[in-house]
């Protein structure tokens, strides 16, 4: 039985696909976006975050550390990120949880049994999402759609596309609908942003189209970032795009309003985030982007999601 390496167990969500749903959170990414929502996810080794408020200083850590690599000071607890070894001693040693562990291991098997504890709120429409990271960055992400398919539950894949074009057809075959991530149309721009150019991203799309277009559901999810994403050129060129693709392929386009809620997870890290204060899209910003992308057609259900501020907020 295969393993994979876990962050999160999310329950009873909303966003991450249709009707309420399980969302379980995965180690691992390819890209290094440098407006990553969820920092700890992008290294495959366990990691450990910090928070603060809800230390006690009662100094009980560094002693558990292995590599002596944890220590305590004036501001409270330092650790050494590169002589970490995710091993999660020290988390163990903290009675309040002001350590907390990032990356455990879980067995394929057990792991789905654990994610449809819930399956009774799923109604006709949830089900079980797998998201990041990268979702298939990790190989045993097929064997636990497997299983999660013989056990009849509705399944859903996030996956930003960079990942070997094997590992995603397999996934396809145990898979009812890909979420999958379109952030940047030009190359050049992506590589600066991500990483990565996104050469590797498209072709993978036009594989997730042609199994949309035969049967499955997919649906393509655009970031909204403030200077970064959030450009008519780039939108209209991703509009172009998904408009070559199999007529009906696509069942929506949805545009994701950026939020600056994970810059406590940076802090937990030790890391600085150039987006930290960035503020919420307007609701008008928002719908302009809307309307630019529903101009090119590409999709009959183009929309915009998630939390912005209001002209009185402004």
């Given at each position: 039985m295969?393993?994979?390496?876990?962050?999160?167990?999310?329950?009873?969500?909303?966003?991450?696909?249709?009707?309420?749903?399980?969302?379980?959170f995965l180690k691992g990414c390819p890209l290094a976006c440098r407006w990553c929502h969820n920092p700890e996810s992008i290294a495959l080794q366990g990691q450990v975050l910090w928070h603060p408020a809800r230390c006690i200083g009662c100094k009980s850590c560094p002693a558990a550390c292995p590599r002596m690599g944890l220590h305590f000071g004036e501001d409270g607890v330092t650790i050494e990120r590169p002589r970490c070894l995710g091993c999660f001693a020290c988390c163990e040693a903290c009675p309040t949880g002001a350590l907390e562990p990032k990356g455990r291991a879980w067995d394929c098997g057990k792991l789905c049994r654990e994610l449809l504890k819930d399956r009774a709120y799923f109604g006709p429409e949830g089900g079980v999402t797998i998201s990041g990271g990268e979702a298939l960055m990790q190989e045993g992400t097929v064997e636990l759609l497997r299983l999660l398919k013989e056990q009849g539950a509705q399944t859903a894949l996030d996956t930003c596309g960079l990942v070997p074009e094997d590992r995603l057809s397999r996934a396809l075959e145990h898979t009812d609908l890909v979420l999958y991530d379109v952030k940047i149309a030009d190359s050049a721009a992506h590589k600066e942003w991500t990483g990565v150019g996104n050469e590797k991203i498209l072709e993978n799309l036009r594989r997730a189209a042609d199994w949309a277009a035969a049967g499955g559901r997919l649906w393509v999810r655009t970031p909204?970032?403030?200077?970064?994403?959030d450009t008519e050129e780039?939108?209209?060129?991703?509009?172009?795009?998904?408009?070559?693709?199999?007529?009906?392929?696509?069942?929506?386009?949805?545009?994701?309003a950026f939020n600056n809620l994970c810059a406590s997870k940076y802090e937990s890290l030790g890391q600085r985030w150039e987006f930290a204060a960035a503020p919420l899209m307007a609701r008008e910003r928002m719908e302009a982007l809307a309307a630019v992308a529903q101009a090119t057609n590409a999709c009959e259900d183009t929309r915009w999601t998630g939390a912005v501020r209001t002209a009185a907020q402004n």
């Open positions: 295969s393993t994979v390496t876990i962050l999160d167990i999310q329950r009873m969500s909303s966003e991450d696909g249709p009707g309420l749903r399980t969302t379980v909204m970032i403030p200077g970064a994403t780039n939108i209209t060129a991703i509009g172009a795009i998904l408009a070559a693709l199999p007529k009906g392929a696509i069942e929506r386009w949805e545009l994701c």
